[in-house]
Structures are given as C-alpha cells and as structure tokens.
C-alpha cells in the first residue's frame, strides 16, 4: 500500500511539474494565471474526489454488536477514454491577455489530464513609450503525455458492529512523506440496516443498508529545488472533502456473496499554490507571494456492482462504480462476522 501511496504523490508531481513553464504562465498576469490553472487542474481533483470516495461498503448486512472488520482497500479511477477530462476549450476573449501564436481565438488545450502537446501562446503589452514586449510560451500537458491513465488511492478501513444494526466505520492512510510531498488520509461512516424494519426480516434472503460516509485528503508538494521559477518556498497544498450518501443491497451467502448500490456524491477541493514567484520574463515582471487558491466542487449520481468472498476470517471484496470517473475498488478483509 504504500508504493500505491508513494504513485499517488507522484502523480500530484506529475501534475504539478508539467507547468514547468510556470514562469511563463504568470508572465501572463496573475489574473490569466489564475484563470488557466483552475480549468487546468479541475478535472485532477474532480477525478481524485470521485476516487477517495469509494470503497465504503462491501455488504448490505450490518455486523452486529461486536462484530468487526479490518480492510485494506484500493481504488483505481480510469481516464482514458474520457476525452472531455483530458482537455478543455481554451477561448482568448476570457483571458486579458494570453493569445494563440497561430492567430486561433478558441481551441482544445490540455487538462492535467490531458496528453495535448506543442500548443503556443503568448502575451504581449507595451512597457514604455514605443517599446513593446512579447513573450512567447508552450502550453503544458499533463498525466497522459505521461502514459498515466488513471488515479489510484489506498487506504486502511475498519468497521464493528454497534447496536440496533448500525455500524461504525472509520478510513485511515497515515502521512506518507517522500521528498518533495506527503499525502494522508482519513475518514469516518455510518451504515445502518433497513431490513431489521421489514417483516419476516430473519428469513429473507437480501439486506438493505443505507451509509454516508466522509473523507477527507491532504496532501503537499514542493517544487522549490525544481528551479522552474526564481523564488522561495513554492509548493502547493491541497485539500478535499467528501461526502456520500448510499442505498446498499446485499445477498446473504455463506460464502460467496454479491452487492451493489447507488447513491450520491459530493465534494470540495482547495488547491493553495504558496510560496513567492519572481517572473524574469515578458511584459509582466514581477514577484508574487501565495498567488493564488483553486476551489473545485464535484458531485454526482453513483452506482456499483461487486462481489465478496467470505472463507472465516478472510475475506476479499472487488467492486465496479459508475460515475462521473468510473472506479475499480478491491480490498483484503480480516474480521468476524
């Protein structure tokens, strides 16, 4: 799990490191700066909360009192065929002044999931009395002109039985540091049976479960000693919250069992970019500290369909969930009942 965790943060790099020309984006103004970066980095955290939001269920049963369960529990969310993901329409009459060196007034340019490569802008304003500046720069690309088509999360998950059928669950990734970046995790959900309220509840051959859940991710990385820009301190912070809301339906096997549910998400990601930034180039030069903060909302209808296999103390789960970023959860299950 933890080289899952060491891919995540390498990931956020990834993203981070293809506005190499960063100088050159804030060359453009902070205003234009601010404006590219957050169409650039949505579709990043609207996949990202789409992911961290998985895997909070395996069962429609909820265990009952004293009953637990211990889960180490991935997600892989796929990209690759979403091309509206990997690009966005970038139209210079909402810039104050970034231009398309080939004269276009609105093209596809890539997201931070895109793999669109080579696309030229530039900016261009008067300094002085007759003097004129230009500054010409490529547009980054993103995870895909990597090769990377999907964004993965691993996490720690327990759950025990509490009274009246209700369950208490609980998702942990303790702060993973590498050298540039750290990522942790954490999250709490509740599920609770329905089935207990329908008559001859004892024999009947599914469970019904309503569960919320709530997750919250941070994660840091830091660019300083990647001299894409004079400066100090530059590194981006990033925080995601999450909320979702489940119906959940389970058969009630001895050992091999099938569940599915659907349900709503919701979610709030805050990129920070920090630190101070000195542009050397163009005709907007100057030095910016903490430029700018990037908010991104995602929400949405989900579905999933998976299977659990129960052999006493093991189990393993596996899942498939339909949504705005389709998802493949696991997870390896120790607990009784």
């Not at 909360?49 to 211990?70: Q, R, V």
């Not at 941070?218 to 489940?246: L, P």
Request: with cysteine; hydrophobic share 40%.
């Amino acid at each position: 799990m933890r080289r899952l965790c060491y891919l995540v943060l390498l990931l956020i790099g990834v993203h981070v490191q293809a506005q190499s020309n960063i100088n050159a984006i804030l060359a453009a103004g902070l205003t234009d700066a601010e404006h590219f970066t957050n169409d650039f980095l949505a579709p990043f955290s609207e996949g990202t909360m789409h992911n961290i939001s998985n895997g909070w269920y395996n069962s429609g049963d909820a265990k009952p009192l004293g009953g637990f369960e211990i889960a180490i529990i991935a997600n892989s969310s796929s990209f690759k065929n979403k091309a509206d993901k990997k690009a966005f329409i970038l139209n210079t009459a909402d810039y104050e002044n970034m231009q398309f060196v080939d004269g276009s007034t609105s093209k596809s340019v890539s997201s931070a999931l895109g793999d669109l490569e080579g696309i030229m802008v530039f900016v261009e304003a008067d300094i002085a009395p007759g003097v004129t500046a230009r500054q010409d720069f490529e547009l980054p690309s993103g995870l895909a002109a990597e090769n990377i088509n999907f964004i993965p999360s691993a996490f720690l998950q327990g759950s025990v039985g509490l009274i009246k059928g209700t369950e208490l669950k609980a998702r942990f990734l303790p702060k993973i540091k590498a050298e540039d970046g750290s990522l942790g995790l954490y999250g709490v959900g509740i599920q609770h049976e329905l089935t207990q309220y329908l008559p001859a509840r004892k024999v009947l051959p599914f469970a019904i479960s309503g569960v919320i859940g709530y997750t919250h991710l941070n994660a840091s990385y830091d660019f300083t000693k990647s001299n894409i820009i004079d400066g100090e301190n530059q590194h981006v912070d990033i925080a995601m919250n999450t909320w979702v809301f489940q119906a959940v339906v389970s058969t009630k096997l001895p050992v091999i069992n099938f569940y599915g549910g659907i349900g709503y998400m919701t979610g709030k990601s805050t990129t920070d970019v920090l630190g101070t930034y000195t542009v050397t180039s163009g005709p907007f030069q100057q030095t910016y500290t903490d430029p700018f903060s990037i908010n991104k909302d995602a929400k949405g209808v989900r579905a999933n369909i998976g299977t659990k296999l129960k052999l006493g103390f093991f189990r393993l789960h596996a899942d498939y969930t339909i949504a705005a970023f389709n998802s493949f959860s696991v997870g390896i299950n120790f607990g009784s009942r």
